[in-house]
């Protein structure tokens, strides 16, 4: 929807870091839209705006001619994602855009001048959701001609606080296959976007236009309305993992439905028989849509991207081990491995990542005495230097054919799920037993580790840590079967997590001390602080790992209660 660009709060950028980069970089705009969208009669008359909420005036109208062409998968991927991508022409914006879901039902839209390309859309464009897309091409699946007569709502000052666009739409929901015919929809619809105004003033124009005889639309944009007898019958809702802090499912419940399950689990009562079946597919696809939102985000340039994927890469290989009796392991455990390059692709950014943010700010916690030469600035120079490195290796990971491939072959997985014959079973004993499973192996490196000493107790920590997640990971699933036991287990294995994390974050901290302290020798500087920070981390592993042996006799007795429960 068009709205002034100076008022908008939009940012100029390059394209998408994963974008495959044309030779002449396009230059990409977003902004935050956040609307209404109402169905209307043709009858209805629009309701006189001025006096609702700051409105002090409505300017206008201005009449606008719209076209625009929808690209997206022939099993509209996009589209499933509330995702969409068109090229349009006409109004203020004409151009490729490409809108993504934001917080609290607002959009984000990404902006491109149209160029020459009409039929195939860019790989500038494509590129911020090439995650969605895998290696499926975007071609045109519907066109939309509208009519537009746009009202700006003006406040004493005269800034526009909203825009009111009154549409006439045509859509074609273009033929899939030749010779079927193309299926034309005809509507009214009006849209109320913010532009300087808040949400009380959005609501209260809603108010208003709801009064006058305007109903809200009951999908979200005019290409699913378009292509909504295309879109699957959504499959009931499958329970998932509770969201967690480090990007997935975790312990924190939340009001309502999940509340009340976990109340009847911890008192005994039956929870509604689901299959094993059931409750493993519904966890593998919660994190493959866990992992496309984070591809998103890294895509995109927004925080804690990479850290999310990886996550979600780890939550996926575990579910995909720890539930081999259900899914047949000759078809997860090729994905497994390629889950675990991706996840090996990243590692190495965001670790160096967090070790020399860690390490800046303990040098700057120090006595002034203490910090011998430029220490603060070699720090920062090595973590731009290595945040560029880091970047160009995820953009490579990305972009990288191996990966998108993987995206479709989960995408398979779901499709055409390799069940076993107990995925008809009913979940709790496959769940118990795969927690079980995982806690005898997570037992058997706790033992090894408590006779270990030294660099082989250092490594046998930290495949505890990895084993740990895993029961984690398993803990989460069984959630839905066993409610708060599940849940008591899952908060233990995450401070147990916690604790042995901090532990090999200190084996990362030391590397970086130790290469940057030669770097430092090697340019005639004075390397004694960073032989102090070597010391300073291996004291906070030490207390790490002290905090670990406190915590896993709860850790084998929460393992066990769930156990008993089958």
């Keep these: 929807m068009p709205t002034q660009d100076s008022a908008r709060t939009s940012r100029s950028a390059g394209v998408p870091t994963c974008a495959d980069l044309p030779t002449v970089a396009t230059v990409t705009t977003e902004h935050i839209e956040v609307e209404r969208k109402f169905e209307a009669d043709e009858s209805l008359a629009l309701p006189d705006l001025t006096g609702t909420g700051a409105v002090a005036a409505v300017d206008g109208p201005e009449e606008q001619a719209l076209e625009a062409t929808y690209y997206d998968t022939p099993d509209l991927r996009l589209l499933r994602s509330r995702v969409t991508l068109r090229r349009r ?183 509604p028989a689901r299959t094993a079946g059931e409750v493993v597919l519904g966890a593998v696809a919660g994190q493959l849509k866990a992992l496309r939102d984070a591809d998103l985000a ?114 398979a997985l779901l499709a055409q799920p390799p069940v076993t014959e107990l995925a008809a079973e009913p979940a709790s004993a496959p769940l118990a037993d795969a927690v079980r499973r995982s806690g005898k192996r997570l037992r058997r490196l706790v033992e090894a580790a408590r006779e270990a000493e030294g660099a082989e107790r250092h490594h046998l920590l930290h495949e505890v840590r990895k084993a740990t997640k895993r029961v984690r990971y398993t803990a989460e699933v069984a959630a839905t079967g066993f409610g708060e036991p599940a849940a008591a287990l899952v908060a233990c294995t995450k401070e147990v997590q916690d604790r042995l994390g901090t532990a090999q974050d200190t084996v990362v901290t030391r590397d970086v001390a130790v290469r940057l302290g030669r770097a430092a020798y090697a340019a005639g500087e004075n390397a004694w602080t960073y032989g102090r920070l070597h010391a300073l981390e291996e004291a906070r592993a030490a207390a790490a790992e002290d905090g670990f042996w406190t915590l896993e006799p709860g850790l084998r007795r929460a393992i066990r209660t769930v156990v008993r429960l089958a």
């Design 298 to 411: 890294v895509r995109t340039e927004q925080p804690e991207g990479v850290h999310d994927l990886r996550v979600a890469c780890r939550r996926l290989r575990s579910i995909l081990a720890a539930f081999r009796p259900v899914l047949d392991r000759e078809h997860t455990d090729p994905l497994r491995t390629e889950l675990q390059w991706v996840g090996a692709q990243l590692s190495g950014a965001r670790d160096t990542e967090v070790a020399l943010s860690h390490l800046r700010e303990l040098v700057a916690a120090q006595p002034v005495e203490l910090v011998l030469g430029p220490v603060a600035a070699r720090l920062q120079q090595t973590e731009i230097k290595d945040h560029e490195a880091g970047a160009r290796r995820v953009t490579r990971t990305l972009t990288d054919r191996r990966y998108l491939q993987l995206l479709d072959a989960l995408d």
């Design 89 to 271: 022409t006409g109004g203020a914006d004409a151009g490729w855009h490409v809108k993504l879901p934001g917080a609290n039902g607002s959009r984000r839209e990404l902006h491109q001048p149209p160029g020459r390309a009409a039929r195939t859309a860019p790989r500038s464009v494509t590129g911020p959701v090439l995650g969605l897309l895998g290696t499926a091409a975007a071609e045109p699946v519907a066109t939309i001609a509208t009519r537009r007569v746009v009202h700006r709502l003006l406040d004493e000052q005269g800034r526009v606080l909203a825009e009111l666009a009154d549409d006439s739409v045509v859509g074609t929901a273009l033929a899939t296959d030749p010779g079927e015919p193309a299926t034309v929809t005809s509507w009214r619809e009006l849209e109320v976007e913010l532009v300087d105004g808040d949400e009380a003033l959005l609501e209260a124009v809603a108010e208003r236009l709801v009064a006058a005889g305007a109903r809200p639309s009951a999908l979200p944009s005019k290409l699913g309305r378009v292509l909504d007898g295309r879109l699957p019958v959504p499959a009931p809702p499958a329970a998932e993992p509770e969201a967690a802090e480090d990007g997935g499912s975790g312990t924190k419940g939340t009001k309502g439905t999940k509340g009340k399950k976990r109340k009847k689990a911890a008192k005994g009562e039956r929870l």
